[in-house]
Structures are given as C-alpha cells and as structure tokens.
C-alpha cells in the first residue's frame, strides 16, 4: 500500500501536509511577518522518500508519531506486577518503542472534515507482544488547525495491562533556513531529568539554575561549548509550556500540554539525510518540543504512572500556537 498524502488548510493561512505513512507530519507552512509562507517544519522532499530502507538507518522519525513508548525504556523491558515484559532493544535500551514501530506503519484515515476547524484523524490498531509489549491497542491521531493553532491528539485504549508513552517527532525551525542558534527559546521548567551516556534518566531530578538547561526566562538558544539538548524538562503549571521565537520571520510559537514532561532535542545536523531544502539549514537546524511523559516511566517508581489498564483512555493532548511579533 501507498502512503496517502493529506492538506489541511486554515482560514488564517496555516497549511499542514500529511501522510498516514507513521500518522506523520509532513510540512507545516505558516505566513511570517511580511505574509510570506514560510516551511517551518524539516521533512523530506516527497511521501515516498519517509517509506525508504535508507531514510530508517537514519532513525529520524522526522514529524513521525512516536510510541508504543517514546524515549527510552531501560532493562531491556518492564514490569508490571509480578510479570515482566522483555521489549525489543539494544544493549538493554529501546528507543521509541522499538524497530518498525508506529513511525513506520500505515495508518487508516478514519474520519477528515474541512472547514474552519480542519482535521483528520488516524487510527491503528497495535497487537499484544508489538516489539514486546502486551495488550492490543487501539490507537488514534487526530490533527486539527484552529485559527493559528495545530492541535495534535493522541488517545489510546488497550485490552490487558500495559505502558503507553506516544509524541509527536516534529522538528522546527521557524526561519524556514538556517539554525536555531539564536533562536529565543522559554521553557516553563524549574527541574530536568538528569541522563546517563545512553540517555537514559538516572532517577534524579535536578535543578536548571546554574547549568545549560535553564530557558525559565526565553533566553538566545546557544550551542557554544556543548553539543545541544537531548534533554527531558520537567514542565510546571501554566498554560504555556514553552515558546520558540524566530526573528527573522518574526514567528513566535507557543507550545501547549496536558502531558508532565517535554523532551527538547536539537540535532547538529541531519548527518548525511538530505532534507527538503537541505542546502538550506546550517549546524543546529531545527528542535523538537517532544511531549511526553518522563522517559523510563516503566522502571522509575518515582516517576508519573505510564500505565493504562482495560476500560481507561490514554489522552495526549498538545497544541502549537503561532503569533507574529
Ligand atoms: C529523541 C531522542 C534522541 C534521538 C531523537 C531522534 O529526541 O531523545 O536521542 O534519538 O529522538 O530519534
């Protein structure tokens, strides 16, 4: 089967593209302040292109939906009760729920409406013992443009007991070229997950005051003297969680959650992954707002609950908002 490719499109403008290829965001065009569209998401230059043997080496997961668990799982799997439940990994680690995960299935496009409000919504069903988790999961992606808003929502419903963790793996860059370096960059966090050299939480919860990770107040995203952020925030009261700020388009973009945590991450580069436009972007090309629930849940008592159990719904909610300033 071929991936499909679908246009949303907003009345103030916005013009969202995507493919159920891994219910992924392909592009996402936004007017900037001389009402010029401008790309502000990295994708690939075609639909085709996301289904490619060699575009999976990279494990991008450009725009892609993430899970059954995004970030990693430490242990080589999880308990729940008494039983525990080996997963697909490396070296004891999974990663965004492991190979041939939701980023690379085809999704069904279950219901789309145009209009003011736009959207479209992808299911999945996901079997029990999928990269080694138990339980068949029901699972929903819907898109939606309201006004200057993308909302994306994630729900999921399950049939025996099991851990969910899904986001959104958009990478942004609100010139449209470039980097991010000098980016204005606030994110409503006080605490971060600290990480080990796999990038797997330790356990401890430290404070941002005094390292690299504080954005309390927007602060110029700089990459002077380390290599950028892979970094779980612990996200605190208030509507808005975090916002990127672009100056040379005048793009602001508000980012909003019901989830705990935001995992921020900014690549150096696409390695040898040729990008739509990649003669475009410089080093520090794009960041992602990954909303989540903290990375190695599973295993860390102390953190949020990622279990779901029969009869409940597991919601994901996450809105970007985009203002010109
Ligand atoms: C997340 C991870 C990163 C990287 C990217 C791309 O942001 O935390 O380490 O793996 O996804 O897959």
Redesign the pocket.
């Given at each position: 089967m071929k991936p499909t490719e679908i246009q949303l499109n907003s009345p103030s403008g916005l013009k969202l593209d995507l493919t159920n290829y891994g219910a992924t965001l392909t592009r996402l065009q936004i007017p900037d302040k001389h009402g010029v569209l401008t790309d502000v998401v990295i994708g690939l230059a075609n639909v085709e292109e996301y289904t490619s043997e060699d575009y999976k080496k990279y494990?991008?997961?450009l725009g892609a939906t993430i899970g059954r668990y995004a970030?990693r799982i430490s242990g080589g799997g999880f308990s729940i009760g008494e039983n525990f439940y080996e997963l697909s990994h490396q070296d004891g680690v999974q990663?965004?729920g492991g190979k041939h995960s939701l980023d690379q299935q085809l999704w069904l496009v279950d219901q789309m409406e145009e209009g003011d409000t736009p959207f479209v919504l992808f299911s999945l069903k996901s079997n029990a013992g999928d990269n080694g988790y138990p339980g068949n999961l029901n699972l929903f992606a819907k898109y939606q443009l309201e006004n200057n808003t993308l909302k994306i929502t994630y729900t999921a419903t399950t049939d025996a007991p099991t851990v969910i963790n899904l986001t959104n793996?958009a990478y942004f860059n609100l010139d449209g070229q470039g980097t991010t370096h000098g980016n204005e960059l606030y994110v409503n966090a006080s605490r971060y997950l600290e990480v080990d050299e796999r990038?797997v939480p330790t356990g401890r919860i430290l404070n941002v005051e005094d390292t690299p990770y504080d954005y309390t107040e927007k602060t110029a995203l700089h990459f002077k003297g380390h290599y950028g952020l892979?970094t779980p925030f612990i996200l605190e009261e208030g509507k808005i969680k975090a916002s990127l700020y672009a100056k040379h388009s005048g793009i602001q973009m508000n980012v909003t959650t019901n989830q705990p945590a935001m995992?921020l991450?900014t690549p150096q580069d696409f390695g040898g992954l040729k990008v739509r436009n990649s003669e475009l972007f410089q080093g520090f090309p794009a960041i992602?707002f990954?909303c989540q629930n903290f990375p190695d849940a599973p295993n860390q008592p102390h953190f949020p609950s990622a279990l779901l159990l029969p009869g409940e719904t597991y919601r994901n909610e996450m809105s970007y908002q985009f203002e010109i300033k």
């Open positions: 494990n991008f997961c970030g990663l965004h793996h990038l892979d995992v991450f992602c990954e």
